[in-house]
């Protein structure tokens, strides 16, 4: 499922970035490509939980997944547009109306006519209503829950009586990522998953509704049934059967995840026209190894083909290395993660744009990259990355200026009139100095470090830093409560549309920050409810301008990932989505 796999790889990426360890290995003496033929052995961080997409979030198992289940459709990770897969075609889109006013949308689907699971028997839109099903089943727990509030947007789901491969998704109220909601997660084979069909009898609309799903977990004890079943080892390890191009060959605990291509895959004649289903290894072998030391290795022997999350120093250490430049790819690809600053705009010292605007400027970009990320990574000038199409591209990251930033302190009444090198001014009748609290986890080297540029450089413009390291918690409460100034962390996107309603709404639930007015609410509500693409695209560039000249928060970084893809392989590209490269899709050089 895009949309929250999306978001967990992002929060782990968040993590590990952040916290990162550093290695230092010793440069290999020499480098011997063992495998010649089309296995990729894959580096995964840690060993999987349940390749059973209903059952794991995480994005460890679902870099997994992919190569076994399909959805009906999915964003091509390489060029970043959506894309049919079990569907024939893209969704027939029809809006729902009452009284003239859009209310929701209905996604009409035929399933492709050769889809078929493993035993033979064709991927059927019953299938489609069992993973729903499972999906929305009450009594499921676990990450199921994050899975079933994506799919309680749809309201309503339709099987063609005279053609079992065709249904239509409803989806009300009216929700501008619906398609994705509908058509993304990925599909399940009912004679796998329900056998004894269960739920069979469970109709999916009731399912759908809250207030019948809540009778139907109190008087149907076939949900209970189903949902224990589920969580036992045999369906999250063992019993693993998609539509896709590869079977669970073996699983070794904490070793190895074998997995083969099919034979005679129903998907491979649409390889040309769609990249959704190249699949050219032999085998993908999936190697869960969580120290980076011990990775480093095997890229040194020449048994490791693919590998992301290096720490920074550790990659480092590897461009100087011959023998692995020799045989591998380094690549430094963004990822959608964005670093910020947040600052409490409802803060009496913090509530003009022109004091929020001389913190960037005192925020020394150039140098935080280049001590703190090792060159690896980006600049900033909005919470939508650069990459995506509907992103701000005329707006330009702040410039580290001191003088820039002592001026608009100045123009908002800041200025030093006790000589004590520390700007003040009076708020409701007390002389206030312009000392900031910025709160970071402790123990974090990176924010740490940061911390430092930034308290040393505000120093020079009369604005004093008060690093305070914390516990995590309790910085999470201050944020929460809206009781802290500064505070760093970080938001993760995804290929669809940025929702800005949680965040910069007045009213969303994690707008910690303050930011919105009354017009900045108008157009996020109008981006989530326009019908019309290019007004929504002409919302988006007006909410990013006036954010940029707002500054609710101070833009840091997006973070560059450290791979390496063996280059016995073409095809071996790395995308700014999770997982950041797509081992079914690299091709062996001839």
């Known amino acids: 499922m895009t949309k929250i796999s999306c978001y967990f790889l992002l929060i782990i990426f968040c993590t590990l970035s952040l916290f990162s360890c550093r290695t230092d290995p010793a440069k ?8 010649t033929e089309a296995v990729v052995n894959s580096r995964i961080r840690a060993d999987p939980t349940s390749l059973n997409p209903m059952m794991t979030a995480q994005g460890i198992d679902l870099q997994v997944t992919y190569n076994i289940y399909q959805p009906m459709i999915t964003y091509d990770t390489y060029d970043l547009t959506l894309k049919p897969v079990l569907a024939k075609e893209m969704p027939a889109v029809n809006y729902v109306k009452e009284n003239g006013k859009v209310v929701g949308t209905t996604y009409s689907y035929e399933i492709k006519p050769d889809a078929k699971w493993d035993n033979g028997q064709p991927v059927l839109a019953s299938d489609y209503v069992f993973t729903a099903k499972a999906i929305m089943n009450p009594k499921m727990s676990g990450d199921t829950r994050a899975y079933r509030s994506l799919l309680s947007a749809i309201s309503n789901i339709t099987v063609d009586p005279k053609n079992p491969k065709k249904f239509s998704v409803t989806v009300s109220p009216f929700n501008f990522r619906g398609e994705s909601y509908a058509g993304e997660f990925q599909i399940l084979p009912e004679y796998i998953y329900d056998p004894k069909g269960v739920l069979r009898d469970v109709a999916i609309n009731d399912l ?33 059967s998609g539509s ?42 999936y190697r869960p190894i969580p120290d980076a030391t011990p990775a480093v290795a095997m890229l040194q022997n020449g048994t490791l083909d693919a590998i992301y999350q290096l720490p920074n120093v550790t990659f480092l250490e590897l461009k100087d290395d011959p023998n ?5 790819h380094l690549l430094n690809p963004s990822n959608l993660l964005v670093s910020y600053v947040g600052i409490n705009n409802n803060n009496p010292k913090l509530n003009d744009k022109r004091v929020r605007q001389a913190l960037a400027y005192l925020m020394d970009m150039d140098e935080v990259i280049k001590s703190v990320k090792s060159g690896m990574a980006g600049k900033l000038s909005s919470v939508i990355p650069s990459d995506l199409p509907y992103a701000a591209k005329n707006l330009k990251p702040y410039d580290f200026n001191v003088e820039k930033a002592s001026q608009l302190l100045t123009e908002a009444g800041w200025k030093d009139t006790n000589n004590n090198g520390i700007v003040d001014k009076k708020i409701s009748g007390e002389l206030v100095e312009m000392k900031l609290e910025y709160i970071i986890s402790a123990g974090s080297e990176v924010s740490s470090d940061i911390a430092v540029i930034f308290k040393n450089a505000a120093q ?19 944020i929460r409560g809206k009781t802290f100034e500064l505070a760093p962390a970080a938001l993760g996107a995804d290929l669809s549309y940025y929702d800005l309603f949680d965040y910069w709404h007045t009213t969303g639930p994690r707008n910690y920050f303050g930011f919105g007015t009354a017009a900045t609410d108008k157009i996020i509500e109008e981006i989530r409810s326009t019908t019309d693409d290019d007004r929504r695209f002409q919302l988006y560039q007006e909410i990013q301008e006036i954010m940029y000249e707002e500054s609710p928060i101070i833009f840091l970084y997006r973070t560059q990932d450290c791979v390496a893809i063996h280059k016995r392989f073409d095809n071996a590209k790395t995308s700014i989505a999770s997982p950041v490269y797509t081992e079914r899709r690299f091709i062996l050089k001839e």
Do not use: C, H
């Not at 290999?28 to 495998?35: D, I, L, R």
């Open 28 to 35: 290999s003496e020499t480098t011997t490509v063992v495998a």
């Open 208 to 240: 759908l509704d809250p207030e019948k799903a809540e009778e139907l977990a109190s008087s149907v004890t076939a949900l209970q049934t189903y949902a224990d079943e589920l969580n036992t080892p045999e369906y999250s390890r063992e019993k693993i």
């Open 244 to 285: 896709g191009p590869y079977v669970l060959k073996e699983w070794i605990t904490d070793d190895r995840i074998v997995l083969e291509k099919k034979k005679n895959w129903w998907g491979d004649k649409y390889a040309k026209e769609n990249g959704m289903f190249e699949a050219y290894p032999r085998q993908i072998i």
């Open 324 to 328: 692995i430049t020799e045989n591998y």
């Open 460 to 478: 020079k413009a009369g604005v004093e830093i008060d690093v305070q390291p914390g516990e995590r918690g309790e910085i999470i409460k201050k």
